[in-house]
């Protein structure tokens, strides 16, 4: 499984943005995936999970009730709406799959840059 997160860029605090992680392989279908991100000097931080089928989602403290994410299997690609977007939310956005030992992940995208202007 190979991912590619893009939809990354520079907004202005209080704005949405839209990132897409894309999938190649169908085994990514079968996978819990999530969104991480990383901010300068910092360690790379949990956003968001949601399940194979697209259920059951979950977020760190941080983002909940501002994102939102999201799959969908037939294009092999989860998404993760940004709604108001603040300063401390830029960082690198890196989205994975397959969770092993209760840990993630067994396969990364390469990630995608946000900055949130104030």
């Known amino acids: 499984v190979q991912l590619q997160a893009s939809g990354g860029g520079l907004v202005q605090a209080g704005g949405s943005l839209r990132l897409s992680c894309a999938a190649s392989g169908h085994a990514f279908r079968s996978y819990t995936s999530a969104w991480f991100r990383q901010a300068p000097g910092k360690e790379r931080e949990f956003i968001a999970r949601?399940?194979?089928?697209?259920?059951?989602?979950s977020y760190s403290d941080s983002v909940k009730g501002r994102f939102t994410i999201s799959r969908d299997n037939a294009k092999n690609t989860m998404y993760l709406q940004m709604n108001s977007l603040k300063p401390s939310d830029t960082a690198v956005y890196y989205c994975?799959?397959?969770?092993?030992?209760?840990?993630?992940?067994?396969?990364w995208g390469q990630g995608t840059l946000v900055t949130v202007s104030s």
């Open positions: 994975g799959a397959q969770f092993i030992g209760g840990g993630c992940c067994g396969y």
């Open positions: 949601i399940n194979s089928r697209g259920f059951d989602p």
